[in-house]
């Protein structure tokens, strides 16, 4: 059974970089058969996707954060980073990292879904 | 905003059954897939596709899809079904997105 678990600190000062890993148990990051995101939820608020790594590096990052957002893996380690950089304080969420399955079909991916995921770490940005 | 809309807060008596609704274009295109979120916990797969539960998912929650509409059902609600639910599918671009998120009350 995969799960995953989230790290890093738990408060990062505004303008600084937030840095967060995501360690997958269970199973191999280098699977071919899946994404491995981040998504992140601000207090009191809906779910915002922030971007996805393949495990061949390949990403893609929802464009209202691309601009400062980096997804790396580490096979090795089995595990996947997220960097928000010039952080401010609607940046202030509990992240969380998941596994996404994308259902693709005649060269259109019509489903994904998000399934296991962490248990989410909160980030504040403060000073 | 979300392209997937809905509704903030939904009710439905102990037993009875209930619909949570997640309208948007992009759904004529793709599917959704339902999470199941409660206070201090990680969202949780209830239904994915056209209608499939993962494996420990009870059978009274239900999916379905009509034009721009996906429609989470919960088929004789449980006291432990009172939670936040969020639609997720595609915008027009091809991202994945999540609905606003419906909060569930079970009365």
């Known amino acids: 059974q995969v799960q995953l678990q989230e790290s890093g600190p738990g408060l990062v000062k505004p303008s600084q970089t937030l840095s967060l890993t995501c360690t997958v148990s269970g199973g191999s990051i280098s699977s071919g058969d899946y994404y491995w995101s981040w998504i992140r939820q601000p207090p009191g608020k809906g779910l915002e996707w922030i971007g996805y790594?393949?495990?061949?590096?390949?990403?893609y990052y929802n464009p209202s954060l691309k601009s400062r957002v980096t997804i790396s893996v580490d096979t090795s380690k089995n595990q996947f980073s997220l960097k928000l950089s010039s952080v401010t304080a609607a940046d202030t969420a509990v992240y969380y990292c998941?596994?996404?399955?994308?259902?693709?079909?005649?060269?259109?991916?019509?489903?994904?879904?998000?399934?296991?995921w962490g248990q989410g770490t909160l980030v504040t940005v403060s000073s | 905003s979300s392209e997937l809309t809905q509704d903030p807060a939904v009710s439905v008596a102990l037993g009875q059954t209930v619909r949570i609704t997640c309208q948007g274009d992009s759904l004529r295109s793709y599917y959704a897939s339902w999470y199941q979120q409660k206070p201090g916990q990680a969202p949780v797969l209830v239904i994915y596709g056209k209608n499939n539960r993962p494996s420990g998912i009870p059978d009274r929650f239900s999916g379905s899809s009509s034009g721009n509409t996906a429609s989470l059902t919960i088929t004789g609600a449980q006291a432990e079904d009172e939670a936040d639910y969020y639609c997720n599918s595609r915008d027009s671009s091809g991202n994945p997105v999540f609905g606003g998120g419906t909060k569930l009350t079970v009365l």
């Open positions: 790594i393949y495990y061949s590096g390949s990403t």
């Open positions: 998941a596994r996404e399955v994308q259902y693709c079909s005649g060269g259109s991916c019509l489903l994904n879904w998000f399934d296991p």
